[in-house]
């Protein structure tokens, strides 16, 4: 069964800096994106970042670019969401998600995605 485990979640000052992790288990496909997509109660689950496993291309919200960084181990199946510069606003349910989809161009939209991860807190505290 296809799974994708996050950790790296937690209580970080506004300014602080926090690193997520994301891990898909027996993938079904070869080529693939990972993103990270984040939701507050009440809202929709909205794109933060996502990296191509086989080209490398990342793409960014404007909310984080210049403040978060996306990572890939390909080896690993593993990707990390590096966070500097934290602001209360960030603060969310983090969403990893896995999508089969061969391309180096953005994939930003949660449909595109075939696989969710269980989600983790992150607060910013002011």
């Known amino acids: 069964q296809v799974q994708l485990v996050e950790s790296g979640g937690g209580l970080v000052q506004a300014g602080g800096s926090l690193r997520l992790s994301c891990t898909l288990s027996?993938?079904?496909?070869?080529?693939?994106?990972m993103g990270w997509f984040r939701q507050a109660p009440g809202k929709e689950r909205g794109f933060v970042t996502t990296?191509?496993?086989?080209?490398?291309?990342?793409y960014y919200a404007d909310s984080v670019k210049g403040r978060f960084t996306i990572s890939r181990d390909s080896a690993k199946n593993t990707v990390y969401l590096h966070m500097n510069s934290l602001k209360p606003e960030d603060t969310d349910v983090y969403y990893c998600?896995?999508?089969?989809?061969?391309?180096?161009?953005?994939?930003?939209?949660?449909?595109?995605?075939?696989?969710w991860g269980q989600g983790t807190q992150v607060t910013v505290s002011s």
């Open positions: 990296i191509s496993m086989s080209f490398g291309s990342a």
């Open positions: 027996r993938p079904t496909f070869s080529n693939y994106a």
């Open positions: 998600a896995a999508g089969d989809r061969n391309t180096p161009s953005a994939v930003t939209s949660r449909n595109e995605y075939d696989y």
